[in-house]
């Protein structure tokens, strides 16, 4: 298996635009993860979907923010306007049962940076 | 509020010289701690996963603990190869979710 594919790997763009950011999860896997990677405040969980369907997404920033799993094999995190403050590494993480017990693979990740 | 704090932030070794990394944690009911290992540019790679006080899992020259307050990831005999970003994360109960360490950054040089 090509393990979870993300693209695209770095995207620049400027303030006020919109960012979609694509993840393809391992197939099989009923669970993904979209988290988010900065410095200041490390690995953070932004999304997590069980069988395509939202189940915690408390960890979205704000209303800007929003995430689509339409099937099995895909899933898309959109930022709408983009800020600067949103510049980090996104990750999509998928894993082969329900919830957090279960080891996750990770995808090489998203670098976004706004200006 | 779930607390993980991972120390030292960043470690140098030579090869050979073994070394233990310390997660520690405040959580409420704990139902796993993770071990990831994250290379520069790329995702985090999982290592291990414990679930109780006790608990000792190995692989090639690492060795993860568990304890009721804290884990190690002992390294032995480290190679360059094993520089890396290592990532420790719990699943607690009451979070329902995994919360992320900050790293222990670790530099092996020959």
């Known amino acids: 298996d090509a393990g979870v594919i993300q693209s695209p790997r770095h995207e620049v763009t400027e303030m006020g635009q919109e960012v979609t950011l694509r993840c393809k999860p391992i197939s099989g896997h009923n669970s993904l993860f979209w988290y988010r990677q900065t410095m200041m405040r490390g690995l953070e969980l932004l999304i997590y979907f069980n069988n395509n369907v939202p189940i915690d997404d408390s960890g979205m920033p704000e209303d800007r923010f929003s995430a689509k799993m339409p099937n099995a094999s895909f899933s898309t995190l959109k930022i709408q306007p983009s800020e600067p403050r949103d510049s980090a590494v996104y990750f999509c993480a998928s894993s082969p049962g329900q919830g957090f017990s279960y080891e996750q693979y990770f995808g090489p990740g998203t670098r976004l940076t706004v200006t | ?110």
């Not at chain 2, 991972?6 to 070394?19: K, M, V």
């Not at chain 2, 990394?21 to 520069?40: A, E, H, I, K």
């Not at chain 2, 603990?65 to 607690?92: N, W």
Request: glycine share 8%; net charge neutral.
């Open chain 2, 1 to 110: 509020e779930d607390q993980v704090t991972q120390s030292p932030e960043a470690l140098r070794l030579q090869e050979g010289e073994s070394s233990s990394l310390n997660c520690s944690y405040t959580v409420s009911g704990l139902r796993g701690l993770f071990w990831y290992r994250q290379d520069p540019g790329k995702g985090p790679e999982f290592l291990f996963t414990l679930y109780s006080a006790g608990e000792e899992k190995e692989k090639e020259r690492l060795k993860a603990t568990l304890t009721k307050k804290e884990s190690f990831l002992h390294i032995t005999a480290p190679k360059p190869e094993d520089s890396a970003t290592y990532l420790c994360a719990v699943l607690t109960g009451t979070a329902s979710k995994l919360t992320f360490g900050t790293g222990t950054r670790l530099q092996v040089t020959l």
